[in-house]
């Protein structure tokens, strides 16, 4: 069966553009023209994935977000934006989206994401998924031995935070936080991966599933707005930047 894309677009070219393109590449697309009818299709006929223009006249993509979060419709979104700055990404990703791509875009990448966003939805198969230079998910996930975290088969802990994988829940100390889907994904590499530093094209490949190359902010942003939830007044900063190679999950 092919997957299926509810797009929400109110631009008719980019609408009828971005519908045949993806149905050439196999999906199958609902469009609509506007935010009450992503909405109404969403909940009549509930997509394995959403493509949502933010700026639509009436609800915009940012409102449908945050209804279907808040209905507990853990669909994942990408959302298309003209909106370049870091602020603007962020709200995005507050109102519960996964990913995002800015206009103007290539459909390449819009169908690199998807792709990735679909993947981390699908069930995995018993014997793992290939993972970066052909190495099982489980050895990076897991990281070398010494790596400092404890973990079982439903909860993992590092750095004075726990997750609980199953139900998809995060802790630091007793306060527990609020995360999306990537933010959850990208804390649960870094947690399994305590102490080690992971450079950006494997971060890139863990959790997007294609590395968008040195130009793109992505990575930062979410890492950014990681930072923001797990921080806390006179707390240890617990993500590291390490400037040129990537990011480390460590308290000081």
Partial sequence: MPQTVLLAEDDRAIRHALERALTLEGYQVTAVAD?????????????????????MPGIDGLQVCRVLRAEGDRTPILMLTAL?????????????????????????EVFARLRALLRR?????????????????????????SSPFSSSDKQISAAGLRMDLQARRVWRAERELELTRTEFELLE?????????????TIYDRIW???????????????GYLRRKLDEPGAPQLIHTVRGVGYVLRED
């Fill in 35 to 55: 935010g009450v009818e992503a909405l109404a299709q969403a909940h009549r006929t509930p997509p394995d994935v959403l493509l949502l223009d933010v700026m």
């Fill in 209 to 223: 599933g294609y590395d968008f190359g040195p130009g793109s902010k992505n990575l930062a942003v979410y890492v």
């Fill in 121 to 145: 939805t699908s069930p995995v198969p018993a014997n793992g998924v290939p993972g970066p230079s052909g190495a099982s998910a489980d050895v990076l996930r897991e990281g070398p031995q």
């Fill in 189 to 201: 590499l870094l947690v399994r991966n305590a102490g080690i530093v992971l450079d950006h094209s």
């Fill in 84 to 108: 370049v700055e870091t602020a603007d990404r962020i709200a995005g990703l507050d109102a519960g989206a996964d990913d995002y791509v800015v206009k103007p875009f290539d459909v390449e």
